[in-house]
């Protein structure tokens, strides 16, 4: 049984710091993945040696059967992973359809510029931006920058989708809405791979997840087995909230 | 000695002047992320600072570098809130443009008062003889006071207290803020040291070669090569990459003509910032 | 489909202006006056390519022009080509210099890459001056009877200048093109974000390294014409640094980012100029005055003109381009 994407021994440094150290995980198709720990703990840099903005030392990265390791964030994209980012990266002075339209153009569907502004205009009313289509990127909330992110991600038509926090200082609302969205882009086909710290958030939604603290895999299994783990109890001690929520079995 | 060993400790000396005017140029990148494109006409205006001075007052033009850097802290500050200050935040391009649309003024103006013509600061020390090659009195002393300058400028940033404001500032802006210290003060007195530290390094080539309003953007070029080869951040690490500059120099010019100079050094540059983006001594660039 | 935009056919009426306005009188201070502005906005309309739609300041973009000169100069008068296809050469040997200066210099990010111009400008300069077959120092003429060709001098001289009107009116509509194209959008999310856009697919280095190459051609040619109208060449009027500068400011003056606004930049900044170099009094502060709108424009309009009438008038973004 192959995974989508085969993470094996994956390991970057930064000088003198280990950010993430030996770290080894698959993902199946279809899947919603979670990652998740402390703050720190190494979880954007493993995205980012995923979708190429790092090369790691060590380790290899393989997906849909294709060894990527050490490739270039576009190229990676075209093979068909998309990602969006913790702090926001709009293209400001573009409208948020042209935003989409881009990732449209040059994702992996690589559309010519008519068809990618259309399929644009459909992922916006897919996540509910078509009214907003025509206003300048910078002029968004945070909110709607971040569903802006996801968008722009879908736009390339990926067959993964990385998520870098993206409930991150939404209102209850917003968070509901935007867990919805991320169901729905599971339903229609999409695996995605996700890293939040709203940890009911992700209980729910996630298939299975990862545990990550001071760039070590801690802990990997189903929402359940990894809210019961010992050690991810105690790497999340003293953020009693947490805890809490751990400890409640979370259907 | 052989010519070319004379050649190169000219060049160590003439480097160290190169050295000190790209501690003005790195304080103020490392500072606020601008990159200071009035710095060549700064050091013009360092020369012919001298200059008038020198002629006005008929003092030991060392004794003169003095004036020459409070006048450029002055304008530095004049410079600063002209031009960088309402630009500080926005993207890298519109300090760029703004810094050099007053590059362009201040040539401007100069080639209205003093024409290109060469001018010339007369003074000659007497100089150290070795052997058969004689050390000139100017370039010797030029090497004193700009290591005198450069631990000054050390002295200053880590032991006075604005010193050490200035390097919170330079490292994490907005801490530095949460902590109290105004931001805007210290950039305008980084960006004011930074030009005196340019119009003084001008004074002192004023008392080696002849000069031009123009002859700025060399100094200017010289000043980038070193501070992409030192890094951001160390003066220290500026001098010694000048020092390094200008040996290269003197080991290369008996050998090929001076209008090949630029070229190697905009290569040097070029090859340092594709290879080395961390400089060979300092910490990363910008 | 840019036969549908205004912009388009504004461009080809600027063009018909610049045609008919000489003809009425014969009128050969006219044509020079025009000859001058079609040449800046040639420059212009190109550095905007590089500055307004990537976001990178090429402070050496005279160095295409010059160097398109030289080449074009040589084939004329030493290998004794006809004008057509040495300008044409020209170009095409300019952007390919470009393209190898381009892989090199555009690793390099925002302000480093504006300085490593200014470096191939000193560099190319350093070389063209040293370069014997091309005249060193002195440079190179042209003998009256390269002119000969093209039916004498006078012919020659109203030929070269319908042939730089073409290269001007083809510089806008390439902007147009490019600007309404899947590439153009590239170039837009490389200036807005380039992080962001290589994790959207844009292969940055190779986009840059293609736009700085094609901003190259048009100018070489606008070169080899202008040159080879003058009769000569030499280091110094070819690669003069000032004129890269005017550049910059009148770019920045009509609208960086805009098709028109590079024309309306170069065509009054080019006024200005004249003004400035005819009046007695003001010709040695032509750089303080530009260097003065440069400044005032990055401080308080960093769209230009055309910037403020966007602002001004919202609905004109879609016509006007």
């Known amino acids: 049984m192959s995974a989508l994407l085969q993470v094996d021994g994956v390991s970057k440094r930064f000088g003198g710091l280990q950010a993430v150290a030996d770290v080894s995980f698959h993902i199946e198709e279809g899947e919603i993945l979670g990652l998740i720990g402390p703050n720190g703990a190494g979880k954007t840099t493993l995205f980012n040696v995923v979708n190429g903005v790092y090369k790691g030392e060590k380790g290899t990265i393989t997906f849909a059967g294709q060894d990527i390791t050490g490739l270039t964030p576009d190229k990676i994209v075209h093979l068909g992973i998309a990602r969006t980012h913790q702090i926001v990266k709009p293209l400001a002075g573009m409208s948020v359809l042209e935003n989409v339209t881009v990732g449209g153009c040059f994702g992996r569907a690589y559309l010519g510029l008519r068809e990618a502004r259309e399929a644009a205009m459909e992922v916006l009313q897919t996540v509910g931006m078509a009214e907003r289509a025509n206003i300048p990127a910078r002029s968004l909330t945070i909110a709607g920058k971040k569903r802006l992110e996801v968008a722009r991600a879908l736009a390339a038509r990926p067959k993964l989708l990385l998520l870098d926090e993206v409930l991150a200082g939404l209102t209850p609302t917003e968070i509901a809405q935007m867990i919805q969205l991320v169901r729905k882009i599971r339903d229609g086909g999409i695996s995605v791979f996700m890293i939040e710290h709203v940890m009911q958030a992700i209980m729910q939604l996630s298939d299975r997840i990862v545990v990550l603290n001071f760039g070590q895999k801690l802990a990997e299994g189903t929402p359940t087995e990894v809210a019961r783990d010992p050690q991810v109890i105690e790497a999340y001690l003293g953020d009693s909230e947490i805890t809490e929520k751990l400890s409640e079995k979370t259907s | ?286 | 489909m840019i036969f549908r935009r205004l912009t388009f056919w504004l461009i080809l009426a600027l063009a018909a202006m610049f045609i008919i306005l000489p003809l009425r009188g014969n009128n050969a201070a006219l044509r020079e006056d025009l000859i001058l502005v079609a040449i800046a906005v040639t420059l212009v309309s190109n550095l905007n390519l590089m500055i307004g739609y990537t976001g990178y300041v090429n402070f050496g973009h005279i160095v295409f022009y010059g160097l398109g000169g030289y080449i074009g100069l040589y084939l004329v008068s030493e290998r004794h080509w006809n004008l057509f296809l040495s300008a044409f050469v020209a170009g095409v040997l300019v952007s390919l210099v470009a393209l190898l200066f381009g892989l090199g210099i555009l690793r390099l990010r925002g302000a480093y890459f504006a300085l490593a111009t200014i470096g191939v400008l000193v560099a190319v300069n350093g070389f063209v001056a040293n370069f014997n077959p091309w005249g060193r120092s002195t440079g190179m003429y042209l003998s009256f009877d390269a002119y000969q060709p093209l039916g004498g001098p006078m012919r020659a001289l109203w030929t070269t200048y319908y042939l730089i009107i073409g290269v001007m009116a083809l510089s806008l509509i390439l902007s147009l093109a490019i600007k309404r194209s899947k590439f153009g959008l590239g170039l837009f999310a490389i200036r807005e974000d380039e992080d962001a856009a290589v994790v959207l697919g844009i292969n940055a280095t190779v986009y840059k390294a293609i736009i700085y190459s094609i901003s190259a051609f048009l100018p070489a040619i606008a070169g080899a014409l202008m040159f080879y109208k003058n009769g000569m060449i030499d280091p110094s009027i070819a690669f003069e640094y000032m004129l890269s500068l005017e550049g910059i400011v009148m770019l920045m003056l009509g609208g960086q980012g805009t098709v028109v606004g590079a024309a309306l930049g170069a065509g009054l900044y080019e006024r200005l100029r004249s003004f400035l170099l005819t009046s007695p009094k003001l010709s040695n502060f032509h750089l303080v005055i530009a260097g003065g709108l440069l400044l005032l424009v990055v401080l308080f309009a960093s769209g230009g003109i055309i910037g403020w009438l966007y602002r001004l008038l919202p609905r004109s973004r879609e016509v006007i381009e």
């Not at chain 2, 710095?39 to 020198?54: D, E, K, T, V």
């Not at chain 2, 919170?168 to 007195?189: F, Q, Y």
Request: net charge positive; charged share 5%; hydrophobic share 60%.
């Open chain 2, 1 to 286: 000695m052989s010519g070319i060993m004379a050649s190169m400790i000219d060049g160590l000396m003439v480097g160290s002047v190169y050295g000190l005017a790209a501690m003005g140029l790195s304080l103020i990148w490392g500072v606020m992320d601008v990159i200071n494109l009035t710095h060549g006409a700064m050091i013009a205006l360092g020369m012919f600072g001298m200059y008038l001075l020198f002629h006005a007052v008929a003092m030991n033009p060392y004794v003169l570098l003095l004036p020459v850097l409070a006048i450029g802290l002055m304008l530095g500050i004049l410079v600063y809130w002209m031009s960088v200050h309402r630009v500080v935040g926005q993207p890298p391009l519109m300090s760029l443009l703004s810094t050099f649309s007053v590059n362009m003024m201040v040539i401007g103006i100069g080639t209205a008062l003093w024409s290109t013509s060469p001018y010339n600061v007369n003074f000659s020390l007497r100089g150290v003889t070795v052997g058969a090659y004689t050390f000139t009195g100017n370039h010797i002393a030029a090497t004193g006071a700009a290591v005198i300058i450069a631990l000054g400028l050390q002295m200053f940033l880590y032991h006075t207290r604005p010193g050490k404001a200035i390097r919170a500032v330079a490292d994490n802006r907005e801490a530095a803020e949460l902590m109290g210290i105004s931001s805007t003060m210290v950039l305008t007195v980084a960006f004011g040291i930074g030009i005196a530290l340019a119009m003084v390094s001008g004074a002192l080539v004023s008392t080696l070669f002849p000069f031009t309003i123009l002859s700025g953007a060399g100094y200017q070029l010289k000043s980038f090569v070193v501070t992409i080869l030192a890094g951001l951040g160390k003066p220290f690490g500026a001098l010694l990459a000048g020092v390094l500059l200008g040996l290269l120099e003197g080991a290369v010019t008996p050998f090929i003509a001076v209008s090949w100079i630029p070229l190697i050094e905009f290569g040097l540059f070029v090859v340092v910032l594709i290879f080395f983006p961390r400089g060979i001594f300092g910490r990363a660039t910008a």
